[in-house]
């Protein structure tokens, strides 16, 4: 086959030694615009398990890269004067001249053809390619010429960034963060040679603009770097070797390249992406050149096994464009983690730290365990300590997800919450025996507070006619019952929810018709504007006036009050979901012109003076919290931005907490689902508006929780689902985590030991294969 690769990069240059190894007929063909010992950048960064792929995929070039390499295990984190170190990493760093000159090298030994100076404009001047890569970087003018197959996504991000090298060596990878008077800088540091380290200058583009930098010479602002990391570098200089850069050219802007296809036929050979034409992977995460060479490894492996070259690239495409998306959405997370340091710089330096070792979400709690088993416990118990507790060297550290959280005079024995879940079971609002059963089993499971469903202030309120209410006295002490129950069995707490479903009431149970008006019997709906949630389908409500608010605000006091005799230690308004308050939040179901309407201010005006009276009326000292749709997933709805504002101004009205959902409010929502995919949006209110949060949605697993909750991302997480399948969810994860100082109640406890003992046994039972290929 004749091979042509347009770009001598890592991509270009490994796929073509790989496929000249793989079948020596090959004709192939590198061809680089640049000379052969020109590069540009610094070192470049694997992990060991890179390595490990690359020594599988051509063992001599991973010898000599390995012989190559700087390794280190250790990540530094240096803030306001103080330093934390975690170890265990698997880094290595190596020159990126090197790196190419050792590829250059053994293609060359193989037989591939290097053309150097050669800056190829387009791909037909080869009509006698059976393959064409476009390994031409991120600029590709392939990946432009044929933008309509390969749809690329190109999202430039926030930050000014300049790549530059020291002296300085560096024995661990650093992070250093400087506060100036015009913003934050952040430094990444890492050595790749015997004498030389790359180091990295960020800062977000305004930051960047207000310090001038945009308008200094190169030389002006490499001396401006070396005198606010002067501290970290001990007199070393910094280094550019961007000679053909003049001025502010040096400091760029990354972009995120997604592109929705990567093959594409020219008439007579298809041609392929590959590397940084394909994709990219911000450097903080390291994964750029990772990415590229195991694109060639990947796409060698589909040609050698398969019968022909189009099922090999619909094979190679498949296989890269998925494992690429995960390090890109990781890469994603890392990426706005950085471009929002001010948003963390505000938390311990311990804790900040630790937010920065799980920002992209791929490492968590349980994996730094495993990285660095000291420093998680050391850093265990400093999260402990702040919430009161002190071990005996007796007791096993206390997970994150295990330490109390107090909110005014309530105290949650740990941060796990049963998550308010409708279950359509009361007759004419009234909770009965199901409820109590559901409850109860759920706070003897060992949650440090259970939440009721939604619950109604009137029968119009209700989204179907078997959700719960409280608007009498019956139904009080049907709750008073569970809420007895609770309190006398159990050291959990019990929260009520009130809300009122507007335009989405008057419904059938899911079961019977998700969403589908009732047959018969429909009550007159409700919402900030006139409004049909599913178009020609649902009933449609129609606009509250003055008297409707003063009457529902009324309703929700009334509602207040009896919650409050019923003994629940902690109350949440719901004005999330497009629910009646949350019509009025939303631009996407507030059309209002009078002062309820227009102005994110003026549509919070009605859900605010609701909140205000009932906590006028909801004892002292309990607390209160809201939920809120952080966002709407729809373009021109509720958006993260907002959300922080929405926090803000339930904070001022009194709120201790913001409960943090999203969506439902538009059936045209296009969500973006994945693990924690919510848990965001709780982390830049808490962090932002600076309330406490709770974390929701997609949240499964103890590693989870004590990852959320040990990076300050939330305060509590709200366990939905699982807690459905499991009530004692919350006491399996810990036996599953290994902590045995967890309470059970008493009836129980015969269970613990024996559930602790046989977790141990299928651990060993599945470590025991890898044990025996090891001996």
Request: aromatic share 10%.
């Amino acid at each position: 086959m004749n091979i042509v690769c347009i770009g001598g990069g890592p991509s270009g240059l490994y796929f073509a030694l790989l496929m000249k190894q793989q079948d020596p007929a090959h004709d192939i063909t590198v061809v680089e615009r640049n000379k052969p010992y020109d590069t540009f950048g610094w070192g470049v960064v694997f992990s060991d398990q890179t390595l490990g792929n690359l020594q599988l995929a051509d063992p001599q070039t991973a010898g000599e890269i390995l012989g190559a390499f700087n390794h280190w295990d250790d990540i530094e984190v240096n803030i306001r004067g103080h330093q934390v170190r975690s170890g265990g990493h698997g880094f290595c760093g190596i020159g990126r001249k090197r790196l190419l000159n050792i590829l250059q090298k053994r293609c060359e030994e193989l037989g591939v053809k290097l053309v150097f100076e050669t800056d190829v404009q387009d791909d037909t001047q080869y009509p006698d390619a059976d393959l064409i890569i476009a390994s031409d970087g991120l600029n590709s003018r392939i990946r432009t010429r044929y933008a309509d197959t390969y749809q690329p996504d190109i999202d430039v991000r926030k930050c000014r960034f300049v790549w530059l090298g020291t002296h300085k060596l560096f024995e661990a990878f650093t992070f250093a963060f400087e506060e100036t008077e015009w913003g934050w800088f952040q430094a990444h540091a890492y050595q790749f040679d015997g004498d030389t380290s790359t180091f990295i200058v960020e800062a977000p583009e305004v930051v960047w603009q207000k310090a001038g930098l945009d308008k200094m010479e190169k030389e002006e602002s490499i001396a401006f770097c070396e005198k606010l990391f002067a501290k970290y570098l001990g007199g070393h200089k910094l280094m550019s070797n961007a000679s053909h850069l003049r001025g502010s050219a040096q400091w760029i802007k990354f972009p995120r390249v997604v592109c929705k296809t990567w093959v594409h036929h020219n008439g007579k050979a298809p041609v392929v992406l590959m590397g940084d034409a394909a994709h990219t992977a911000h450097f903080s995460i390291g994964s750029g050149t990772k990415l590229a060479l195991e694109d060639s490894i990947e796409l060698a492996r589909c040609i050698g096994r398969s019968r022909t070259l189009g099922e090999a690239l619909q094979d190679y495409e498949a296989v890269r464009s998925v494992e690429v998306l995960k390090i890109q959405n990781a890469a994603r997370n890392s990426t706005e983690w950085f471009e929002n340091v001010a948003r963390y710089a505000h938390l311990p330096p311990e804790q900040f730290a630790y937010s920065l070792l799980t920002r992209s979400q791929r490492i968590s709690h349980e994996n730094l365990r495993v990285r660095d088993k000291a420093y998680v416990e050391e850093y265990e118990d400093w999260i402990a300590e702040r919430a009161g507790l002190h071990r005996s060297p007796f007791q096993h550290p206390v997970p994150p997800m295990f330490t109390p959280f107090k909110a005014r005079g309530i105290t949650l024995k740990n941060r796990i919450v049963v998550s308010p879940m409708a279950q359509y079971s009361c007759v004419d609002g009234m909770p009965a025996d199901y409820h109590l059963v559901h409850l109860g089993a759920r706070a003897m499971g060992g949650a440090g507070m259970v939440v009721a469903e939604m619950t109604c202030p009137t029968p119009e309120a209700r989204i179907t006619p078997g959700c719960p209410g409280l608007w009498s006295e019956a139904q009080r002490d049907a709750w008073k019952r569970i809420v007895d129950f609770v309190h006398s069995n159990t050291d959990a707490k019990i929260a009520m929810q009130l809300g009122h479903a507007g335009a989405k009431g008057s419904t059938r149970a899911p079961w019977d018709g998700e969403d589908q008006p009732l047959p018969e019997g429909n009550w007159p709906l409700i919402s900030a504007s006139p409004q049909q949630y599913i178009d020609g389908v649902s009933d449609w409500s129609r606009a509250m006036t003055r008297a409707d608010m003063d009457r529902v605000r009324d309703d929700f006091v009334r509602s207040t009050r009896l919650a409050a005799e019923a003994g629940f230690d902690w109350l949440e308004l719901h004005c999330a979901h497009g629910y009646l308050l949350s019509s009025f939040i939303s631009p996407l179901t507030n059309q209002r012109t009078d002062e309820y309407g227009g102005s994110l201010e003026n549509r919070l005006r009605n859900p605010l003076e609701v909140f205000k009276a009932m906590r006028a009326v909801w004892p002292e000292q309990l607390p209160m919290s809201v939920r809120i749709s952080a966002h709407d997933w729809v373009e021109g709805g509720i958006t993260p931005d907002d959300a922080v504002a929405i926090g803000k101004a339930f904070k001022a009205a009194g709120a201790d907490m913001i409960d943090c959902s999203s969506g439902q409010v538009s059936k045209q929502q296009q969500p973006v689902y994945g693990r924690m995919y919510q848990t965001p949006f709780a982390d830049r209110i808490r962090n932002e508006a600076g309330i406490p949060t709770i974390a929701v949605g997609a949240i499964s697993e103890a590693d989870h929780v004590n990852s959320i909750i040990a990076a300050g991302r939330a305060d509590l997480c709200a366990i939905a689902r699982p807690h459905l399948a499991n009530p004692a969810w919350a006491l399996l994860e810990a036996a599953k985590i290994g902590y045995m100082d967890v309470q059970w109640p008493k009836q129980y406890r015969a269970a613990k030991t024996q559930l602790e003992r046989n977790l141990e046994r299928e651990k060993a039972m599945a470590a025991a294969p890898i044990q025996e290929e090891k001996l």
